[in-house]
């Protein structure tokens, strides 16, 4: 079983950024899919950006606003959310996949989630 543990979330003003961490086994984010999700109360979960190697994918509405990086040397992936606006509240997830794609189904291993408030 794969662990991923999500950090980083948190009550924000809408304009502000966070920065979400997903941390992976070792060794695991350098060659495999990790990908975030999001799902807001009473909605489905929404793909918000993936990375392969040095490869992404992106939410075509949330590109330019969000950006998914990584660090190989310390096993977590990122993603940067800046001019955060009230609809991006929600539990945001990592997870992980073997090919670079937007939907769930793709995704084996899941995080448990993190908190993501933005109050206007």
């Known amino acids: 079983q794969v662990q991923l543990v999500e950090s980083g979330g948190g009550l924000v003003r809408a304009g502000g950024s966070l920065r979400l961490a997903c941390a992976a086994p070792?060794?695991?984010?350098?060659?495999?899919?990790i990908g975030w999700f999001r799902q807001a109360p009473g909605k489905e979960r929404e793909f918000v950006a993936a990375?392969?190697?040095?490869?992404?994918l992106y939410a075509d509405s949330l590109k330019g606003r969000f950006t998914i990086s990584k660090d190989n040397s310390k096993n977590t992936v990122y993603l940067q959310m800046n001019s955060l606006k009230p609809e991006d509240t929600a539990v945001y997830f990592c997870?992980?996949?073997?090919?670079?794609?937007?939907?769930?189904?793709?995704?084996?291993?899941w995080g448990q989630g993190t908190q993501v408030t933005v109050s206007s």
């Open positions: 070792e060794s695991f984010v350098a060659s495999n899919v």
């Open positions: 990375m392969l190697w040095s490869s992404t």
């Open positions: 997870a992980a996949g073997a090919s670079l794609r937007r939907d769930s189904q793709g995704y084996t291993y």
